[in-house]
């Protein structure tokens, strides 16, 4: 069985920094484009960052030139260097991968992890 689990999240202030970390483990003969979400109270689910196998990157406008996005693919993992922190980045952030296991390849979700930036 194939998990994703998600580390790294807390409170800073305005301003500061976070690293997020997402580790797949289990039955994986693969693991294709990595993603990270995220959902403010009372907002729809948004695509933040993704990564594809190859390294290739694509960010929501609201997070260029702050958040890099960056995998491991020895750890089967994906980073989400988060800098210059705003209030409204505050939400709860999950990561998204397309798995392979031995028989195909679907999508799984991380538990989320919370940000929160205080002004």
């Known amino acids: 069985q194939v998990q994703l689990v998600e580390s790294g999240g807390g409170l800073v202030q305005a301003g500061g920094s976070l690293r997020l970390s997402c580790a797949a483990s289990?039955?994986?003969?693969?693991?294709?484009?990595m993603r990270w979400y995220r959902q403010a109270p009372g907002k729809q689910r948004e695509l933040v960052a993704g990564?594809?196998?190859?390294?290739?990157?694509t960010y929501t406008d609201s997070v260029k030139g702050r958040f890099t996005v960056s995998r491991d693919n020895a750890k089967n993992t994906v980073y989400l260097q988060m800098n210059s922190l705003k209030p409204e980045d505050t939400a709860v952030y999950y990561c998204?991968?397309?798995?392979?296991?031995?028989?195909?390849?679907?999508?799984?979700w991380g538990q989320g992890t919370q940000v929160t930036v205080s002004s």
């Open positions: 289990g039955r994986i003969s693969s693991v294709d484009a």
């Open positions: 998204n991968a397309d798995i392979r296991d031995d028989v195909r390849t679907r999508g799984y």
């Open positions: 990564i594809s196998s190859g390294g290739r990157t």
